[in-house]
C-alpha cells in the first residue's frame, strides 16, 4: 500500500510540475514581443511577401464588387411594362384597371339589374373574380365604354383599327351569360 501511494504521490508532483512550468510565463512580456518591430538585420532575413508596409500610407483593398453585368438586388423581378393603348399611347400594365386589362372575348357577362338607376350589371373576368359596372364606365383593351345596359346584354363602344389603320368607333354586345343546362331546355 505503501509503494502505491508514494507511486500516485511522485505522479501527482511530476504533472504538477509540468504545469506550473507552462504557466509561469508573463503574459505582458509575450504581448511586447508581438509588437516589437524587427531590426533592420531581422527585416532582411523576412521574404517579401510577409514584410508589412508602413502604417501611414493607405489601406490596400483586398477585394473590389463590380457591379456590372450583374443583376441589382435591390430591383423588382416583375417590372411593369408599358403596353401601348389606342393612338399609341402607353400606360403601365399596373396602372390599368382590372376590367381594362382583358379583351371584351374574356369577360363574361352574370347578371343584370335594370330597375334601379342608373342600371348595373355584373361582369366576370377569366379568373373569376367580378366586377359590377354601370353606363359610361370603361370596359376592355380597346378603351371600350358601356353605352347601355339592357335586360340582357350590354353594348361597348370601342376604338378599334379598320384594315387601312385608321382609328373607327365600333359597338360590341356582350350577351347574358347562360349556363348550358338552361340553354338545352
Known amino acids: 500500500m505503501k509503494m502505491k501511494s508514494l507511486l500516485f504521490f511522485m505522479v501527482l508532483s511530476g504533472a504538477l510540475s509540468f504545469y506550473s512550468a ?77 376590367l381594362e386589362r382583358y379583351d371584351l372575348d374574356q369577360l363574361r357577362l352574370v347578371g343584370i339589374i335594370t330597375k334601379v338607376k342608373p342600371p348595373r350589371a355584373l361582369i366576370e373576368d377569366v379568373t373569376g373574380d367580378g366586377y359590377i359596372v354601370t353606363p359610361g364606365m370603361r370596359l376592355g383593351r380597346n378603351e371600350g365604354v358601356i353605352i347601355t345596359i339592357d335586360e340582357s346584354e350590354i353594348i361597348v363602344e370601342e376604338k378599334q383599327l379598320d384594315m387601312f389603320g385608321k382609328l373607327v368607333t365600333g359597338k360590341r354586345v356582350l350577351k347574358l351569360y347562360q349556363p348550358e343546362e338552361l340553354e338545352e331546355k
Open 22 to 98: 507552462g504557466c509561469g510565463k508573463d503574459e505582458r512580456a509575450e504581448k511586447q514581443a508581438a509588437q516589437k518591430k524587427p531590426s533592420p538585420s531581422e527585416t532582411a532575413k523576412i521574404p517579401e511577401t510577409q514584410k508589412e508596409e508602413p502604417e501611414s500610407g493607405p489601406a490596400k483593398v483586398a477585394y473590389h464588387y463590380d457591379p456590372s453585368g450583374k443583376t441589382d438586388p435591390f430591383r423588382p423581378l416583375i417590372v411593369e411594362e408599358a403596353k401601348s393603348v389606342g393612338k399609341g399611347l402607353a400606360k403601365k400594365v399596373g396602372s390599368i384597371p382590372p
